[in-house]
């Protein structure tokens, strides 16, 4: 008995659809004309998409929207669509085309009396593997036999624009209506391509910005309208749910901030109109911050607002475009008949999403017929702007030939002018250089004769030593020798019969004159002179030594012996102030110009003199150490003084001309860069190390043999 009730009520369940829709309106197939018979189907609105199939076959509330093309608006919502089509065609089934692609969720079903069919499982959030139907487009076969009639009921969800074109019609109706319009689409892409193939080509030629930034636009309008149309999610990308259900406003936004790059780069709006260009970065970041609310906070929202901004936008490029155009920018015309006619064809295809116009051929593909009207008015003026290029180009070498002449005109000009100048400043260059080659040859002469003068006082001095000690033997020399004259003289007048009286008259003279003395004093005077004689001739030696006249060629010199005789020149200075050492090892013959060696001598220690005089004053003596050695190639100079040093300053400055830390009337400032340019000469080094308040080491390097010697000896 319970299963007897059972089958009852299924068979009612069963049954209770096909009463219930033959209360409406019957699609007789076929029509008299091929249109949408949406306003034959009812509909009903599930907003929070929870309704079961059970449910929307029992409900009553499905009414009509008496719309050829049913136009659903933009929601989150579920709609159920139902309708009975008779089949009077002899066909055994009627084929049901939807060609509308902005469909996240699609399901088709046939009310049966045994059993509901599920058709169709399509849509862009419909993953490939988990679609059920049997092309790749809403297009679905309803298996009516001929003269029979059957509920159809209709699931469908989008958080786009949702239309629902529902057409009934055949295989053959449909293969050649995708035909007519696969054709369509062909000469558009064409269209398009070609215009962006040119542009392209033209950009490599010429690095004009804007005709990249135009093929990159024409690029993204053609992948805008295949998502529009649905070639994109149908098959170019019909494996990715995430790009079929973004593609398409994801791209009209891309296709907006193209085109105004292009616009602005193309009409040069931030020279012609800077305030309303600064306006546009506003809208890129609300472009990001729409499609942010797009991808993650609700798409219904995002795809609303979408609309409303890109709406906006393309009226302000209008209007930049517009007041480009009235500032007399030939390129702005081109621009605002090709943006005219791509806004209305957007706006009709628009209107017919607002249910505003039919839904037809026409309006299905306006936007696309505007787009590549638009195309192809700016590849005319973009090639009007290859003419005005040209024409800039070659008014711009006229003027560049013009100026070039006159540059050319002033350069004559100017080089008389210039060559009478160079001629002037030469001959001034030249009066300078020999003022200053006088002055030069003056201030060397000068420290010259300031080296003389202490030269000579010190060999005065010197030599004044050993001559005092001469003039001052003289006198007794003298007396002594006038008291052996006298002596002499009494015994020479005598004559050879002297008496006894007359010699002891010279005895006592002679005693008087204490003769026995003045003998004995005698040879430590004569010894005395000598020894005067002796230092006077070694000074003079030393001296001739030191000047070393034949300074014109290279000769082999003992570098001790140079250092000892200046030290001899030097002495009476040195003796009275510091106190020398000396550390001098046996060195081999050095080629050199020895009277210039001795000069770099002479004054270093004259500087370290000077140095430990500042220092100690007249408290104490200073201390000067003087050390030689020798390796297999060089000889190596250093002296050492306790003096009061030298900044790391005054140290990278010693070498200049002129520059001196002494006291005005002290120095000339060329001592130490006269003595760099002789140790330069003989390819030799100098280096200095200096501690304020401890003191000073110079170092002087010098090769055994030069190397023009070692040459010309090879």
């Given at each position: ?12 369940i069963?049954v209770l ?13 076929p ?8 306003a034959?189907?009812?509909?009903l ?12 076959v ?13 136009n659903?608006g ?6 159920w669509?139902?309708?009975v ?7 055994r089934?009627v ?14 079903y046939?009310l ?5 069919v599920h058709l ?5 959030s419909?993953p490939?593997d ?6 790749p487009?809403f ?7 001929s ?5 159809v009921?209709?699931?469908v969800?989008s958080?786009?624009q ?18 007519g319009r ?12 070609v215009?962006?193939?040119y ?9 004009e910005r ?16 295949l ?11 019909a494996?990715?749910v995430w790009?079929?259900s973004?593609a398409?406003?994801?791209l009209?936004l891309?296709?907006?901030m ?5 616009i ?17 970065p ?5 472009f ?13 929202t ?9 709406g906006m ?6 209007g ?5 155009w009235?500032k007399g ?21 628009v ?6 116009l ?7 593909y ?5 787009s ?10 973009l ?8 024409r800039?180009k070659e008014?711009s070498?006229?003027d ?8 050319e005109?002033?350069?004559?000009e100017q080089?008389?002018?210039l ?7 030469t ?5 300078s ?6 002055t030069q ?8 004769m300031?080296?003389?003068g202490?030269?000579?006082a010190?060999?005065?001095h010197?030599?004044?030593n ?15 020798l ?5 002596i ?12 006894s ?9 002679a ?9 004995n004093e ?15 001739t ?21 570098i001790?012996?140079?250092?000892r ?19 001098l090892?046996?060195?081999p ?29 007249g408290d104490?003596?200073?201390h ?7 390796t297999?190639q ?6 050492e ?8 300053e005054?140290?990278?400055r ?9 006291d ?42 030069q ?6 000896r090879?």
């Amino acid at each position: 008995m319970q299963g007897m009730v059972r089958s009852i009520v299924q068979l009612a369940i069963m049954v209770l659809p096909v009463f219930m829709c033959r209360a409406q309106d019957t699609i007789a197939f076929p029509q008299q004309a091929e249109r949408p018979v949406g306003a034959l189907f009812q509909f009903l609105e599930d907003s929070i998409g929870s309704m079961s199939l059970k449910e929307a076959v029992h409900d009553r509330n499905y009414r009509p929207l008496e719309q050829d093309v049913p136009n659903l608006g933009t929601s989150g919502s579920v709609f159920w669509a139902r309708a009975v089509i008779k089949n009077n065609s002899e066909k055994r089934e009627v084929v049901l085309s939807l060609p509308h692609p902005e469909i996240d969720l699609l399901d088709v079903y046939i009310l049966e009396r045994s059993a509901p069919v599920h058709l169709a499982h399509v849509g862009q959030s419909v993953p490939r593997d988990q679609r059920i139907a049997s092309d790749p487009e809403f297009l679905f076969r309803l298996p009516i036999p001929s003269g029979a009639s059957l509920p159809v009921l209709l699931r469908v969800q989008s958080n786009k624009q949702l239309q629902l074109p529902l057409i009934l019609t055949t295989d053959s109706e449909f293969d050649q209506h995708r035909a007519g319009r696969n054709l369509f689409l062909g000469g558009y892409m064409g269209i398009m391509l070609v215009m962006a193939i040119y542009n392209l080509f033209v950009f490599f030629s010429f690095r004009e910005r804007s005709y990249f930034l135009y093929v990159v636009y024409i690029l993204f309008v053609c992948c805008t309208q295949l998502a529009f149309i649905g070639i994109g999610p149908f098959y170019l990308w019909a494996g990715s749910v995430w790009i079929s259900s973004k593609a398409s406003l994801i791209l009209t936004l891309l296709t907006a901030m193209a085109a105004s790059e292009f616009i602005r780069s193309f009409l040069r709006t931030k020279e012609y109109i800077p305030k309303i260009d600064g306006t546009i970065p506003y809208f890129y970041g609300l472009f990001l911050l729409n499609i942010a609310i797009y991808l993650f906070v609700s798409p219904t929202t995002g795809y609303k607002v979408a609309q409303l901004i890109s709406g906006m936008f393309a009226f302000t490029l209008l209007g930049m475009i517009i007041a480009v155009w009235r500032k007399g920018v030939r390129q702005a015309g081109f621009m605002l008949l090709a943006w005219s006619a791509f806004l209305t064809g957007t706006m009709v295809f628009v209107m017919k999403d607002m249910g505003i116009l039919p839904y037809n051929s026409i309006t299905i593909y306006t936007m696309p017929v505007g787009s590549a009207i638009e195309g192809v008015l700016l590849s005319f003026g973009l090639a009007d702007r290859i003419n005005i290029l040209r024409r800039e180009k070659e008014r711009s070498q006229a003027d560049a030939l013009r100026i070039s002449r006159e540059n050319e005109r002033i350069i004559r000009e100017q080089n008389v002018i210039l060559d009478q100048k160079v001629k002037e400043r030469t001959l001034e260059l030249q009066e300078s250089n020999e003022h200053l080659k006088r002055t030069q040859t003056q201030l060397v002469n000068a420290e010259k004769m300031a080296s003389l003068g202490q030269l000579t006082a010190g060999i005065a001095h010197e030599i004044n030593n050993p001559v005092n000690f001469i003039t001052s033997n003289i006198p007794p020399l003298r007396r002594n020798l006038d008291e052996m004259l006298q002596i002499l003289k009494a015994y020479r007048s005598m004559g050879p019969d002297a008496t006894s009286d007359q010699i002891a008259a010279i005895v006592d003279m002679a005693g008087e004159l204490d003769l026995d003395e003045s003998l004995n004093e005698l040879p430590d005077i004569i010894a005395s002179i000598e020894e005067g004689a002796d230092r006077t001739t070694e000074i003079v030696r030393g001296l001739r030594n030191f000047s070393r006249l034949d300074e014109d060629s290279l000769k082999p010199a003992d570098i001790n012996e140079g250092i000892r005789s200046t030290l001899t020149v030097l002495g009476s200075e040195l003796r009275d102030q510091v106190e020398i050492e000396l550390d001098l090892e046996p060195l081999p013959q050095v080629e050199c110009f020895p009277g210039k060696l001795n000069q770099v001598f002479m004054n270093m220690l004259n500087n370290a003199m000077q140095a430990t005089r500042q220092r100690y004053g007249g408290d104490r003596k200073g201390h000067i150490r003087v050390r030689t050695s020798a390796t297999d190639q060089e000889v190596t100079i250093r002296i050492e003084d306790d003096g009061t040093g030298m900044t790391p300053e005054v140290v990278s400055r010693i070498y200049e001309p002129f520059f001196t830390t002494k006291d005005v009337g002290e120095g000339t400032g060329l001592g130490l860069s006269i003595a760099y340019g002789i140790i330069e000469r003989h390819h030799g080094r100098i280096g200095v190390e200096s501690t304020p308040g401890v003191g000073t080491i110079f170092q002087v390097s010098l090769p055994i043999h030069q190397p023009r010697v070692a040459q010309k000896r090879a």
